[in-house]
């Protein structure tokens, strides 16, 4: 009997201290997030696409890009020529979705530019690389 309610106590304690760990964490919230993306997309400004573009550009092409798209990454300074200022709206304005779908699919080989922008269409998928689209037209030239 008494082993028992031991293991009940040590039963109770550890789903307390999950309980507080989740909490503290955040990953109850993280949780809730996930389960209702647009909600948080809304809140930041963005749609769905736009805020999950958001989030791939700043892990694949912000080094070379910058934060802004200004061209002005942690690694541009490396690159000759310079990455595009993606930021530049008029510039950006005479490209069309697709033709920016595939500069980021193929590389901007394909395209007659540098050929030091890889080509992504072998990490991100198709969906992956629309947000991305959908992210480069809210960049705006911080200036």
């Known amino acids: ?9 040590a039963a109770i304690s550890v789903l307390a201290a999950a309980s507080w760990l989740l909490g503290r ?11 209702r993306p647009e ?6 400004g963005l749609n769905y696409e736009e805020s999950n573009g958001k989030k791939l550009f700043e892990h ?5 890009h910058g934060a802004t798209g200004e061209g002005d990454g942690f690694n541009a300074y490396n690159l000759n020529p310079k990455p595009r200022n993606l ?12 033709q920016l779908f ?3 699919s193929r590389g901007a080989f394909e395209r007659g530019k540098s050929n030091l922008m890889p080509p992504w269409g072998h990490t ?8 991305l689209v959908a992210c480069l037209r809210t ?4 200036k």
């Open 139 to 142: 960049l705006r030239e911080s």
């Open 1 to 9: 009997m008494r082993t028992r309610l031991l293991a009940a106590v």
């Open 25 to 35: 964490h955040g990953w109850g919230a993280r949780a809730a997030e996930r389960a």
């Open 124 to 131: 991100l998928n198709e969906r992956q690389i629309r947000y």
């Open 60 to 64: 694949y092409c912000a080094v070379c």
């Open 39 to 44: 909600s948080a997309a809304k809140e930041a």
């Open 102 to 104: 595939d500069a980021i």
């Open 87 to 98: 930021a530049d709206r008029n510039a950006m304005a005479a490209f069309s979705d697709q």
